[in-house]
């Protein structure tokens, strides 16, 4: 039997326009110090860290099918772990952020192997105790100060533009991990398992995809990406205490963007952190009111509308922004 | 005898765990469900209770009855309106639903009782204690712990011997099958929540007599439910008690430690159970 | 026919998502009839069953019980009407005892149906049933496990009573137990679909016989009037009798 001469096609216009803003805009990004006032780099870094986080959270209950309540133990962790290398240790702060990673890391390991063994829903409550754990514990540790918490002076060592453009290249290179490495791991041959595991576990483990080892690599992988975050933002914060370290309301933010943007999928990401920075800094005044329309509007979408917005969008337009599947075309002979 | 003193002090807290622990662990058997709005819940009617007593000047046993009837019908509507819609093999959505109504139940009863603690007269039962030999021992915890072990010892029999609990075990183990069999999957789903809401009933009335209750509180009461759930052996009933009763001790031991441990020896002797014996104390295998 | 039609269905189409799996099945029982519906996997018999028990939502139109539209019903509905089933691979309440199991449809039985069935009778059809009552489900033999899941569904007093492969899996004197015990069932009145891949059995075991092929009904007659020709050839199709 003959085929036509085929190739397979994964680039989309809509694609490369996107990959092309995409690159402009983490220039933009890393050269904010030139251009940016103080508050809107300050702005800037903050929605980034939105991104990763939800990223990281997308991941996991996008591809892996482990919802985590918990991901702020390894905000808290990392970012405690930068403080100490940089404050206690005297290591550069700028560099303390991505040797820090070494601890969301490590926490990963264990904690994916106590945890694994709780069923689908209980796995997410064991993640909250995890981190409530860790606050905990890190209230009555006094190497970090207890629950007073610390503060990053090491800082004034370093001018207002040199930390401006510290944290701006770092914010750039956190997208780059997250996102990008988001899409390069969904294009890779890692992507075709984690969409069929995404699609049916039960079958893509059948086809040989070994769940076990993928799921545990992206729960290493979420929470060194969520630890960078968590890093970075402590940063620009220059304090950090366990409350605000382990805050829970790390995975509200996450789950808010990625449930209303879109689960699984890199765009639903962008326009649910797009919308929930604009909703908390519009609305964030009316407080409790708001969270219970934000609360109330993450039940709305998961019972009617599990895509997210992502989801109805491409419903109308076919044009993604990351195109991650494999088109068969004819060739013209 | 600190230490004797903590573990009766710890039995009867768990006492009060396991009137959390006991809805959980029926939800999650026949539905496979964890409700995220459970502390929430509970804090909910304590707060609706407490508003009660003083409008109405209720005692609280009459307080008591009322929650219960109150936790049966936001179960139901609970059931009714979101939890059918998300029952299944995946476990993201009903997470997901009851995560966002958690936070959305919580900022409302912010808005409506403002962050204040509050707490549920109790016509002086709070204060009373005997002594038993070298021990003082309250009389309302005596009454949680009674309290709970009949309500488990209840709900064990409710699932073994009614027609009830037959239709919630068969239902758990298959819930098609159950179908298949003239059960309808719905009502039987809407009965154990209001059941196990109904039972967070009697825990809002305690937890508000014995001590304080604010909107953000919620949150620990979840999680204790399920460390008592876990430890004891998940969907079992007398396993959830078991758990509540090692969760209380834990807490109550590692507070006599230093105060600042209490809750944390708690965290950590789940999580020891769940490395050394993840199927849990009463759990097979 | 001078027995009343109990069931029917009409122009019955069901599709699992994209995949359409039958076109357009018309089938009738008799009130105390007992037909037999074969066909090779997947020629559709399971679903047809579980269109009818409301297992896959079809038209309200495409089922009639008593002439009245019951299609898209819920299964529990359907056990109400007097409707029970037999399903593929027993489905029996694991962790349940024996004796629970059964209690569980007692207690969901069709109402205003009396108590033809009581598990008395079920223990004097199967005694093996009423040795192990106490014993969890999971830990009897398949035989017995079917033994119980017939029982089950006898238990909600149906008028009709659909079993879906009832001899899969089972030793062929096991078999034989089970198929000694549908004259008795049947002369309660109940109404029997026979779903068999075993075209021996299901022949001997029947009054008419359907016959199924790629979704759909290849043909039906008295199953002692039909030559094994007529039944080879709807089987498995024209080509392969002619072949």
Not at chain 1, 72 to 96: D, H, K, R, T
Not at chain 2, 48 to 77: K, Q, Y
Request: net charge neutral; hydrophobic share 55%; glycine share 12%.
């Amino acid at each position: 039997m003959d085929f036509p001469p085929v190739r397979v096609q994964r680039q989309t216009l809509s694609g490369v326009v996107a990959m092309g803003l995409g690159v402009v805009a983490l220039i933009a990004i890393a050269s904010m110090p030139f251009w940016a006032s103080q508050g809107l780099i300050r702005d800037v870094v903050e929605l980034c860290c939105y991104i990763a986080v939800a990223q990281m959270w997308n991941l996991l209950a996008g591809y892996a099918g482990l919802v985590s309540v918990g991901q702020q133990a390894f905000i808290g962790v990392s970012a405690y772990m930068m403080f100490v290398m940089a404050q206690l240790w005297g290591i550069n702060p700028f560099i303390a952020v991505v040797l820090a990673m070494i601890a969301p890391a490590l926490l990963a390991i264990p904690t994916y192997g106590l945890l694994h063994r709780l069923d689908g829903p209980y796995f997410a409550i064991g993640t909250w105790v995890i981190a409530e754990v860790l606050r905990l514990g890190t209230s009555v540790f006094g190497y970090v100060n207890g629950g007073a918490g610390m503060s990053l002076r090491v800082m004034t060592g370093y001018s207002p533009m040199e930390r401006a453009i510290g944290v701006s290249l770092l914010c750039a290179l956190m997208l780059l991990v997250t996102v990008g490495g988001s899409y390069w791991l969904l294009r890779s041959r890692y992507g075709l398992a984690l969409i069929a595991m995404r699609d049916n576990p039960v079958a893509a483990a059948s086809q040989g995809v070994n769940v076990g080892r993928l799921r545990f690599l992206i729960w290493v992988a979420a929470a060194v990406g969520t630890g960078l975050a968590g890093a970075i933002y402590f940063m620009a914060q220059l304090r950090i205490t366990p409350p605000s370290a382990y805050d829970p309301s790390w995975a509200n933010i996450a789950i808010f963007i990625v449930m209303v943007g879109g689960l699984g999928s890199l765009e639903g990401v962008l326009i649910g952190a797009l919308i929930y920075f604009f909703a908390e800094r519009w609305f964030g005044e009316y407080g409790a009111t708001y969270m219970v329309v934000l609360g109330l509007l993450t039940v709305f979408m998961a019972l009617f509308a599990r895509g997210g917005l992502w989801g109805l969008i491409c419903k109308v337009v076919d044009a993604p922004w990351f195109p991650t599947r494999r088109r068969l075309m004819e060739d013209p002979t | 005898m600190q230490w004797l003193d903590g573990l009766v002090q710890g039995v009867l807290l768990g006492g009060l765990y396991a009137q959390y622990a006991l809805g959980m662990a029926l939800m999650f058997g026949v539905m496979r469900v964890v409700n995220i709005t459970h502390g929430d819940l509970m804090i909910l009617l304590a707060l609706v209770g407490i508003s009660l007593a003083s409008t109405f000047s209720l005692g609280p046993w009459s307080v008591l009855v009322v929650l219960v009837a109150l936790g049966g019908i936001i179960g139901i509507i609970l059931q009714r309106l979101i939890l059918n819609r998300v029952v299944g093999a995946d476990p993201l959505p009903s997470l997901i639903a009851t995560f966002g109504l958690s936070i959305a139940l919580q900022n409302a009863m912010l808005q409506v009782w403002s962050a204040d603690t509050r707490s549920l007269p109790s016509d002086g039962l709070a204060q009373a204690s005997f002594q038993l030999g070298p021990l003082f021992v309250g009389v309302l915890p005596v009454i949680v712990l009674i309290t709970a072990t009949v309500l488990t010892a209840a709900l064990a029999a409710t699932m073994q011997y009614t027609r009830f609990g037959r239709s919630l075990r068969a239902a758990a183990a298959d819930v098609e099958a159950a179908a298949m069999t003239g059960i309808d999957p719905k009502a039987v789903y809407a009965g154990a929540t209001a059941l196990a809401v109904g039972i967070l009933g009697f825990a809002a009335v305690f937890q508000s007599m014995r001590s304080t209750v604010s909107p953000a509180d919620g949150a620990f009461q979840l999680i204790y439910a399920f460390e008592a759930v876990i430890i004891g052996g998940m969907g079992s009933i007398w396993g959830a008690f078991i758990g509540a009763m090692v969760l209380g001790i834990s807490q109550s031991i590692g507070f006599r430690i230093d105060p600042g441990f209490g809750i944390l020896a708690g965290h950590l002797v789940f999580l020891t159970i769940l490395a050394l014996r993840p199927q849990g104390i009463l759990g097979k295998g | 026919m001078t027995a009343k039609t109990l069931l029917s269905t009409h122009d019955l189409k069901a599709r699992y998502g994209d995949f359409q799996a039958l076109y357009g099945v018309d089938l009738d029982i008799a009130e105390g009839e007992v037909v037999a519906l074969i066909g090779a996997n997947g020629a559709g018999k399971s679903t047809l069953l579980k269109s009818i028990m409301g297992l896959i939502r079809v038209g309200a139109d495409m089922v009639r019980l008593d002439g009245r539209p019951v299609g898209g019903s819920k299964p529990h509905q359907m056990v109400a009407d007097g409707v029970a089933i037999v399903p593929e691979g027993r489905r029996l309440f694991a962790g349940m005892s024996v004796l629970d199991n059964l209690r569980v449809a007692v207690d969901h039985a069709a109402p205003g149906r009396g108590d033809a069935w009581t598990i008395e009778r079920i223990h004097a059809l199967f005694p093996i049933l009423k040795e192990k009552q106490a014993v969890p489900v999971q830990s009897l033999s398949g035989g017995q496990q079917q033994m119980v899941a017939i029982g089950r569904a006898l238990l909600n007093q149906p008028r009709l009573l659909l079993c879906d492969e009832i001899s899969l899996g089972l030793a062929p004197k096991v078999v034989k137990e089970i198929y000694q015990s549908i004259p008795s069932i049947s002369a309660n009145g109940t109404a029997i679909v026979l779903v068999e891949q075993d075209v021996g059995l299901a022949k001997s075991a029947s009054d008419r016989l359907y016959c199924m092929l790629e979704g759909r009904m290849t043909l039906t007659g008295r199953s002692a009037e039909l030559s094994r020709e007529a039944i080879g050839e709807a089987y498995f199709g024209a080509s392969h009798a002619v072949a």
